[in-house]
């Protein structure tokens, strides 16, 4: 039974790309890559490249924090087995890509952050996500973020694999970004979407409240000692902060240690009672 429904899907997806104007002019097309959306990126790439050998193909993504991350068999395998992919990309994009365009990676197949020295963009600089070529009516809320990477260094997590140290938003930035994606494509649901709001969510959600901003979020929270004090949890639900997301993880305090979460299972209740 499932095989008809994958058949449809690739089918269809096979359909929508080449019905994008002028895709065959293009001279770069890259996927931004998940553990989801693997097998549909190399059938996307795979059936570029057969069509038009001349386009150069890119992948990179947040798989190359985990599953394909540096070194590991998988992405060997990748690397080996998908030669219909010019060029993977590890780590925060697009310092990367513009270098890669430019020709100064173009010799290597393997870009990483290391290439630059490091370097990752500031966060001032990072616009606000244009949603201009999406047909909106079909998603219930936008998706932006405040920050990058994690200030914290739990061992299973591979955000700062991903984007190296963590940086934020100016908040007035930010809040200005938000209201004015809301006021643009007349939408009042945004989706966060850092790692955590945990740093900046006090600082943030003043800002909406003086900018009277009238939107409702939710995304990630640390289920940290904060998060218990009643005043900043209605500082938030104030600011149109209406649901949060929470990495809990276990309730056992000896599986909490051995993975550097740095929070308590009483802590983790009072969290949820002051959330409730």
């Not at 643009?184 to 979407?193: D, H, P, T, V």
């Not at 909406?208 to 218990?228: C, S």
Request: aromatic share 10%; net charge negative.
């Amino acid at each position: 039974a499932l095989i008809p429904i994958v058949d449809h899907y690739f089918k269809r997806l096979r359909e929508v790309t080449e019905r994008i104007p002028n895709l065959w002019d293009y001279g770069v097309i890259g996927t931004s890559t998940y553990t989801t959306s693997l097998a549909s990126s190399l059938f996307l790439l795979k059936g570029i490249k057969d069509k038009n050998p001349r386009i150069t193909t890119v992948m990179g993504g947040g798989i190359f924090a985990d599953d394909l991350a540096l070194g590991s068999d998988n992405l060997d395998t990748l690397v080996a087995e998908c030669s219909y992919i010019d060029h993977v990309v590890l780590g925060e994009g697009e310092l990367l890509f513009l270098k890669l365009l430019e020709g100064e990676l173009s010799h290597k197949r393997v870009i990483t952050i290391a290439d630059l020295q490091g370097t990752t963009l500031d966060m001032k600089d990072v616009p606000s996500p244009d949603f201009s070529d999406l047909e909106l009516e079909n998603y219930y809320h936008l998706s932006i973020e405040g920050a990058r990477s994690c200030p914290f260094q739990c061992s299973f997590c591979s955000e700062t694999i991903q984007w190296g140290d963590y940086r934020k938003k100016p908040m007035d930035q930010f809040a200005e970004q938000v209201v004015e994606l809301s006021n643009r494509f007349k939408i009042k649901e945004f989706f966060m979407g850092d790692s955590l709001m945990n740093p900046y969510i006090n600082p943030f959600a003043l800002e909406l409240i003086e900018r009277k901003a009238g939107v409702l979020y939710d995304g990630y929270l640390r289920a940290d000692k904060p998060v218990t004090n009643r005043k900043f949890v209605k500082l938030w639900a104030d600011s149109g902060l209406f649901r949060v997301r929470l990495g809990i993880e276990s309730a056992a305090w000896n599986v909490l240690k051995v993975m550097d979460k740095m929070t308590t299972p009483k802590v983790i209740s009072d969290v949820l009672k002051t959330l409730a």
